[in-house]
């Protein structure tokens, strides 16, 4: 990780400078503000270095200005007001005689959701805190697992209701069906009984009418069922994916 790099770089900066090798350490602390131009350790050494009779921070924008004046602005993020976009390349010369081109567009910044401390807006790892910014904040893991909590909650309720309508439309249908089968037999006792009595004709009309009556009733049953199992299909499958989407942010 570009921390660890940075890290590492630092540390022979230090040695170097205990050993007065100050061109070496000063070589090894530019590497580090080329690749982070805002690390506070880098600014430390090379205050140590080069202005120790000043204020850290004096001297830190006095140098900034002198000698990386197209970055000297990262140093006040309150002045970094302007997006990424479209940047002027600008060239400058190294101590050593490289020639690179820079951004002149100020780069946006923002706070660290850990520490709160300023770092630029492209970060992946705060470079106060280390922490790996690719992340969610936990504020934001915090909020989408009540959502998710929440609508697991409602799932499950709406999962239960559909299951109780289903059991009730199974009743229903069992029922109309039994009519219908009573219905039935009443009419053919009625076809058996028109020869002899009048009360055949009235028993075969009931027996029609209690048929279709309660043969409509088990078809809307029957149908509200095929619904009820889709629906509890459906949720039950957004249930699984509520629960796994919990599952990855509790790990």
């Not at 580090?32 to 600014?43: H, K, M």
């Not at 200005?65 to 309150?78: E, F, G, R, V």
């Not at 699984?240 to 919990?246: F, G, K, P």
């Amino acid at each position: 990780m570009a921390i660890d790099r940075f890290g590492d770089l630092l540390a022979k900066a230090e040695r170097a400078l205990k050993q007065g090798d100050h061109r070496t350490a000063g070589s090894l602390i530019n590497q580090v503000l080329e690749q982070d131009f805002t690390n506070v350790g880098a600014w430390r050494l090379l205050h140590r270095m080069m202005g120790a009779d000043q204020p850290f921070e004096t001297f830190r924008h006095a140098f900034a200005k002198k000698y990386y004046p197209d970055k000297a602005h990262l140093l006040n993020p309150s002045l970094n007001r302007f997006p990424v976009e479209q940047s002027r390349p600008v060239k400058r010369t190294l101590s050593g005689g490289t020639v690179i081109q820079e951004s002149a567009v100020p780069r946006s910044t923002k706070k660290c959701p850990y520490c709160a401390e300023e770092i630029l807006a492209d970060a992946k790892v705060c470079r106060f805190c280390s922490r790996d910014l690719t992340q969610e904040p936990p504020e934001v893991l915090s909020e989408r697992r009540a959502q998710l909590t929440h609508k697991l909650a409602e799932l499950e309720k709406s999962l239960a209701r559909w299951e109780h309508h289903l059991q009730e439309q199974g009743q229903l249908a069992q029922q109309a069906g039994r009519q219908v089968t009573w219905a039935l037999v009443g009419l053919i006792v009625g076809v058996f009984l028109i020869p002899l009595y009048g009360l055949g004709l009235i028993l075969v009309i009931a027996g029609i009418l209690a048929a279709i009556t309660q043969g409509v009733k088990r078809g809307k049953a029957e149908r509200n069922q095929s619904q009820a199992r889709k629906n509890i299909e459906n949720i039950g499958e957004q249930i699984v994916e509520v629960r796994t989407s919990l599952a990855a942010l509790r790990q």
